[in-house]
């Protein structure tokens, strides 16, 4: 129950609580949708001179929800701060009351918007649980790959933090492996427990989880940076942003993930092997 389907388990007409993933504070309560809709690609302002004949109609035009809207993006979704908030100004981070994580920006006055790897969404008559951070953070990243990758034949992908900067460039393999683990072997644990969570989504003799293979880059500390920049400009590369702590969180999970494998299996082409469990 850790999946980014937000297309699928957002609903209108019912009613969802908003939690803080890091400590569990409710941060948006009650709230009912009358419209969830997914958002256009981000250069869709800048296509619309090719489908029109005439000046762009749309070029004062803004998407942002109102009261009863959810607008869902790659990695985030866009409410209508309501009565949740106070105004805030453009481009200010939203910061959980409780732990001071990190949960979003403003995008005006009157919409926030809040990434995936920081919320959990459960509707308003179910309780909530706590997931280990780390392997929230890998299950909810690489669901949005899958997903990203099926929806735009998209397999590149740059990962930047809320403040522009470029963290990973990340390339998936497979998205249809299947890790199979043996309720006597231990040499599984490292792939997809780390940090001392424990990930158990079957029980009985075997357990099987579902993972997405990619090869990653750091890019921190301007490492690699000639091929970052060549990706940036790559038309076929697409995009992710998170919050900067959590691009750190993700390449902290990757790096783990590329160490517990045989040496001889960490690295092909120059770039890090890595399963990330969804």
Known sequence: ?????????????????????????????????????????????????????????????????????????????????????????????????????????????????????????????????????????QSMVAQCLVELSSAKSTFRFIVKGDNGKIYILIWLLNSDTLLVESLGSSSSHSVCTLFGDIFMPSSGPVRTWNAAKVLYQPCIKSRNKDLADAWENDIGVHPLKFPSETCLELLLILGLSTTSLPPSLRCMNSFQVRSSCY
């Open 1 to 137: 129950d850790l999946g980014f389907t937000l297309r699928e388990s957002l609903k209108p007409q019912k009613n969802y609580v908003f939690y803080c993933q890091s400590c569990g504070d409710i941060i948006v309560k009650d709230r009912k949708f009358l419209r969830v809709l997914p958002l256009p690609s981000e250069n869709w302002s800048a296509l619309v001179e090719e489908w029109c004949c005439h000046p762009n109609p749309f070029a004062r035009s803004t998407l942002h929800p109102q009261h009863d809207d959810c607008f869902l993006g790659d990695t985030f979704f866009l409410l209508n701060s309501g009565n949740e908030s106070h105004k805030s100004k453009e481009n200010t981070r939203v910061i959980c009351k409780r732990c001071k994580s990190m949960l979003g920006e403003t995008v005006s006055s009157d919409t926030i918007k809040y990434y995936v790897t920081e919320v959990i969404i459960r509707p308003a008559e179910a309780s909530f649980s706590p997931t280990p951070r780390s392997q929230f953070v």
